[in-house]
């Protein structure tokens, strides 16, 4: 097995992988699927399973299996938006930290500690509160509170490898601090980043599926997983597939984010990054 490859000797690394798979294939090939518009009542309101509508319909009288199926796109495309925008900010504020040092390392800590000083999912609900519900708003915020950690996690392997000799020698070259950085640093910090990330990325979904849940994230007509399970609360007794089975597909992803990030961070030999959660 290629290096690339060797978490999957895990087999948990192999049960999260292949859920995962799973997951994302029904986000991006559900709405080809789907046997009606996710949008459009098709029968009275919770109505229970039957040979025309595998999972029920949900309060609207909408297909639930179709929503399911369409549900998942936001989710991941959301989470991921998210995590990579927290990733590039938060990175290149830990690699100039750790590298520059100085007054500049003490500031954009001291901006991580003031973010990092609010709960998470508070200040979200107070900025979405604020500004309005929208895509951005929701993909910026969450974004913001991943931010801190991921500065402090790359700041600490950069300060690790700026003291090396490949970096001295680039110095000694006369090479810009920021060619230092590209060529030298970020290749070498891979590592820690490559283990915290599947961490990020699961603390996203977590994130947006609980904002859509509490109606200030994606509106209604939306299809979405977390916003099904706030939409369909008081139908539980009646169809509970129409909570259960989105609730169910949330837990699934975050399992097998984290499992196939943890068979990372052991394989990397870097798993004790993932401790600041």
């Known amino acids: 097995m290629s290096d690339r490859l060797r978490f999957l000797a895990r087999p948990s690394a192999l049960v999260g992988a292949a859920l995962l798979a799973l997951i ?9 699927f789907s046997p009606d518009p996710p949008d459009r009542p098709v029968g009275v309101p919770f109505e229970r399973p039957s040979a025309a509508h595998l999972l029920g319909t949900d309060f609207l009288g909408r297909d639930v299996l179709s929503r399911v199926l369409w549900g998942g796109r936001s989710v991941l495309a959301l989470a991921g938006l998210a995590t990579a925008l927290a990733y590039v900010l938060g990175a290149a504020a830990g690699l100039v930290a750790g590298y520059v040092r100085g007054w500049l390392d003490g500031l954009l800590m001291r ?4 973010l990092l000083s609010f709960p998470a999912l508070l200040f979200i609900l107070v900025v979405v509160t604020g500004a309005g519900t929208s895509k951005t708003v929701l993909v910026a915020t969450v974004a913001a509170v991943q931010l801190p950690l991921i500065a402090r996690i790359v700041r600490t392997a950069t300060l690790e490898q700026s003291v090396r000799g490949f970096v001295e020698a680039a110095e000694a070259r006369g090479d810009r601090w920021s060619q230092i950085l590209r060529r030298e640093i970020l290749p070498n910090i891979a590592t820690p980043i490559m283990a915290d990330l599947p961490l990020r990325f699961t603390y996203s979904i977590i994130l947006v599926a609980s904002v859509n849940f509490l109606s200030l ?13 706030s939409e369909n609360r008081d139908g539980l007794t009646l169809n509970p597939y129409v909570i259960l089975v989105p609730a169910a597909l949330i837990a699934l ?9 943890d068979s990372v961070a052991r394989t990397l030999g870097r798993s004790g990054v993932r401790g600041v959660a």
Do not use: K
Request: avoid cysteine.
């Open 24 to 32: 994302v294939g029904i986000a991006l090939f559900g709405p080809f």
């Open 111 to 114: 901006g991580a500690d003031v």
């Open 217 to 229: 994230g994606l509106q209604p007509p939306a299809a979405d997983w977390g916003l099904m399970i």
């Open 253 to 261: 992803l975050t399992i097998a984010v984290n499992l196939v990030g």
